[in-house]
């Protein structure tokens, strides 16, 4: 198996605990001279609190492992491609690599929307993979979302 699948499949370990809370299903793990460092889920409806992403948390971890917000060495991976805050935090941390399950047409901006990650601008750059288990990340997303319109419209129609 290849190194970034193995890594990604944890991510999506990560992401499918999201999913159990009725959080959209995304996760992250960072990995530092193979060893994963750091690990998070979406729980922003969980926690109530916009910072809560599977990135952010991981980075937090991660962070903490190492004792320094420096992050050189280490790559991320993550089921979906990081939104605008997830990207600069990405970038303020110095993370040498990101790789990226699905791709976020709607808010991504490691390439999507924007790439704040590999903007030449920036004093850092990130290198950036795409595309690992792309099929699995988008699948466990489009399920959530068809149940989620599910649950909608039956609360709909079940309420007065």
């Not at 962070?63 to 280490?74: T, V």
């Not at 089921?79 to 970038?91: D, R």
């Not at 699995?136 to 419209?153: A, D, G, V, Y």
Request: aromatic share 6%; net charge positive; hydrophobic share 35%.
């Amino acid at each position: 198996m290849d190194i970034h699948e193995k890594y990604m499949k944890e991510a999506l370990k990560q992401a499918k605990k999201a999913y159990l809370l009725g959080e959209v299903p995304i996760g992250c793990v960072i990995v530092y001279n193979g060893k994963i460092i750091g690990r998070g889920y979406n729980r922003r409806n969980t926690d109530k609190n916009t910072l809560s992403h599977a990135e952010i948390t991981a980075i937090r971890k991660a962070s903490k492992k190492m004792g320094d917000w420096r992050l050189e060495g280490c790559t991320l991976y993550v089921t979906l491609e990081p939104c605008q805050m997830c990207s600069g935090a990405i970038v303020q941390a110095r993370i040498t690599e990101v790789v990226m399950g699905s791709m976020n047409p709607k808010a991504g901006c490691g390439g999507s929307i924007l790439n704040i990650l590999e903007m030449p601008q920036f004093n850092h750059q990130v290198k950036v993979t795409r595309g690992i288990l792309e099929e699995q990340c988008s699948q466990m997303l489009t399920t959530f979302f068809k149940e989620l319109r599910i649950r909608n419209k039956m609360e709909k129609t079940s309420s007065p």
